[in-house]
């Protein structure tokens, strides 16, 4: 009974767990400012939409030229 209650929590932490991390996650993409991460190297390794928009426009700036 005790592990069976104890699988129950962990299955109950992990739901809000992932509840979370899905919030956060929308927060981040959906924010009115560009957001990216880059990694120690100055890579660009994630973006949320509006920084994949903002590049995208300035590629189309520069390529324009």
Same mark, same amino acid.
């Given at each position: &009974?005790?592990?069976? +209650? $104890?699988?129950? !929590? ?5 739901? @809000?767990?992932? @509840?979370?991390? /899905? @919030?956060?996650? *929308? %927060?981040? /993409?959906?924010?009115?400012? #560009?957001?990216?991460? &880059?990694?120690?190297? #100055?890579? &660009?390794? =994630? !973006? +949320? %939409?509006? #920084? =994949?928009? $903002?590049?995208?426009? %300035? =590629?189309? &700036? *520069? /390529?324009?030229?």
């Amino acid at each position: &009974i005790a592990n069976a +209650n $104890l699988e129950l !929590r962990v299955e109950q932490r992990t739901r @809000e767990l992932q @509840e979370s991390l /899905d @919030e956060v996650r *929308f %927060l981040y /993409d959906h924010a009115p400012c #560009g957001h990216h991460s &880059i990694d120690p190297n #100055g890579v &660009i390794i =994630a !973006r +949320n %939409l509006r #920084g =994949a928009a $903002l590049e995208t426009k %300035l =590629a189309e &700036i *520069f /390529d324009k030229k």
